[in-house]
């Protein structure tokens, strides 16, 4: 069998080959960190024997995870060809290497924890959630769902504007939500966060939403995605032999994009890898290991808290501390395999300029490719048609490019319009990666919605978004009724509205209904296991009316939606394929855990329009990165703070380096902002590029950069039989006596009971009346064939 390893350069070689003990990669753009991650899970596995159960590697969006699985497996496969079959991987038929694959599959990558922090702390927790405990005496049951951005806005704004009787303009939601995750990011609880913000006042009522954001989310059993990592850091922290078990679960812990990770992600990487140990003499690398892949060059999240001086701490934490030119716990990787010289050149001399970094230089494996050409134009849409036109004339002269082969990069998302319109008006395809995503779509969220019920009933956020949708009769009045009561006896809103006695009590017309919907969801729940998420799926939208109300409308976006409801099915399959598990919980976990990256349409014959941001990882044969102009690149909010100002240039650095061929750049003389024509003045980014590498059709780029009411149904009299009259005057009696909590009543029907709570007054009364092996039931003493005992 072949050296796996012959394909690798000495550096990649030397931190693959890396057994016991913490490693630094120091990963340039394009230089295959990704292989070095893939061969060095291979290797662990193949020369050092380590069963792949114990080895952890995370990644920061699931494209990446299933890119490293699929990576691992192909790589065995090939080995296995040539092992089996004496000829390469791509030389054996299609059914051969599918069932090479499968072999691959059943025996190495299907038991590697490969995956997000989110998606792997899931897993954690759904074997250990039901063991922790907040420091509020909160917890959680392992069926618990995961609430989107969506959901939890939903209840922030609720707590804010109804719970707290707050002003949302003075105290916004929104704002509110994004503090209470960048607390969480840090591990701070809501007492710990007032503290560190100082006690004021705005604080204090950021704390106090916080805490009754918690207790929501402990009431319908759920976490938001800042719990899926801060929750198992705490379970850890609180429970040593939970900690203990993790640890010796994970000999090996690989990282990818270490520069991305924030301080709770920090936390949880260090407990696992030493056990929490504090005392570094104690800590034992014995057959384990800590691989960190990143470059801090490449860190541009700070507004997802991403701290990118975890990585500079990384030899301080965790390695030798030694120079770099002496250290056994540091590798570079510096040689680029993706962009041409010039690009390199550029790129290099751009992020010399910051001094938050570990040194390296990039080292072009390609020729020296095109001159950078850099654009003044009168505006944005001048800028616009310059970009056009240098598409369409590289695609004149190279009939090899394709659209797919174009990617348009700015700092703001707003950059995108004039560009966009250009476009339009001349019918060529584009996508704006990062846009409307598909999981946000209503109808996808509606589903989801459906389906989360079903798998915990404790969901209340999404039992009150599909309730009444489609419509069917169950007014908001109605849902706040129910959801008062249920919040007064300290129970889910499932528990009030599956009970077809308390419906009846507290909804009137709206009952039948009510408790249709109810019995849809029992159903389901009662054939759970023995259906797939993909059948409960198909179940559900015909049901409950919701594909039939899309139908009725007749219109194309009915059909779009009906169309997403499909490709939602058709998601639900695959994920069974990939997991050999067809459960809804399964299917759940994976599309709450999705991210942009993921959603992405990936047809490569469109030109791509981003972010900065969203190029991230991302690589294309021509770039061009538009609007090189102080106030947009560098971000005016970054001019006066020198961190922030190197984080703007770790971005420029980021876009140019997406570059594999060609590079564009362009900036304007004045720019449309806020209804206004504002002049522009040229980056300062542009004056850090060497004056040899970029061509112009200005002088010089140094000189142009500075530095209603419910009707009542009356009732004939000659309706009114005898028994009714007589039922009528107990009404009357039963109406006219004097409840009290602790009172004891005898039912017909349901025996002896205690009265527990009590809803209004006079002739409105209701009672919450417990009763024993029945549970607590909502009852109009006026109706209710019962009697004070």
Known sequence: MSDLLAQLNPSQRRAVEH??????????????????????????IRQHRVDPENILAVTFTNKAAREMKERVELLYAQQLAELHHNKPFSALPEFEQKKLRSQVYKQVTKHLWIGTFHSLCCRILRFDINKYQDEKGRTWKRNFTIFDDSDVQTIIKKIVTQQLNLDDKKFNPRNIRYQISNAKNLGLSPNDYMRSEGGGYKA????????????????????????????????????????????????????????????????????????????????????????AVGDADQSIYSFRMADYTILLEFQENFGDGLPDEDTRTMVKLEENYRSRENILKAANALIEQNSQRIDKVLRATRGAGEEIYCHKADNENDEARFVLAQMMGLR?????????????????????????????????????????????????????????????????????????????????TTVDRLSSVAQELGCSLWEIISDETSVATIAGRA??????????????????????????????????????????????EADSRIENIGQLYNKAISIAEENENDSLEVFLADASLNTDSDNNDENTQKVSLMSLHAAKGLEFPVVFLVGLEQKLLPHQRSLNDPVALEEERRLCYVGITRAQEQLFLSYVRERFMWGYREPAVASQFLAELPKDLVVSNVRSLQKEAPSQEPKTMSISQKQRSQKRRERQTARVQITQQKWEVGDRVNHNTFGEGEV???????????????????????IDPRVAPMKKI
């Open 511 to 556: 009952a039948k209904k009510i408790n249709q919907f109810a019995t849809l969801i029992k159903e389901m729940q009662e054939h759970k296991t023995e259906l797939s998420a993909a059948q409960i799926l198909d179940s559900l939208m015909k049901d409950s009316g919701y594909i039939n109300a899309l139908q009725q409308k007749g219109t194309d």
């Open 396 to 476: 004149r002269n190279n009939p090899e490019l394709d659209w797919g082969d174009f990617a348009i990069l700015y700092r703001t998302n707003a950059q995108s319009r004039p560009l966009e319109e250009l476009l339009n008006s001349r019918n060529i395809p584009y996508q704006v990666v990062g846009g409307f995503k598909f999981y946000d779509r209503q109808e996808i969220k509606d589903a989801l919605a459906y389906l989360k019920i079903v798998e915990n009933s404790f969901d209340s956020v999404s039992l009150t978004r599909v309730i009444n949708t489609p419509k069917r009769g169950i007014g908001k």
């Open 756 to 778: 527990t709570h009590i809803f209004g007054d006079g002739k409105k009364t209701n009672l919450a009346i417990l009763f024993p092996n029945l549970g607590k039931k909502i």
């Open 204 to 291: 204090k009522i950021v704390a106090e939403v916080y805490e009754a954001y918690q207790n929501s989310l402990a009431a319908n059993n759920a976490l938001d995605f800042d719990d899926l990592i801060l929750i198992p850091v705490r379970l850890f922290q609180q429970n040593e032999s939970i900690l203990g078990y993790w640890h010796s679960q994970f000999h090996h812990i690989l990282v990818d994009e270490y520069q991305d990770t924030n301080r709770i992600q920090y936390d949880l990487i260090r407990m696992l890898s030493t056990n929490n140990e504090t005392d570094r003499s104690a800590w034992t690398w014995k057959n384990r290991s800590l691989f």
């Open 19 to 44: 057994f016991c003990g913490p490693l630094l990669v120091v990963a340039g753009a394009g230089s295959g960190k990704t292989r070095a991650l893939t061969f060095r899970i291979a290797n662990l």
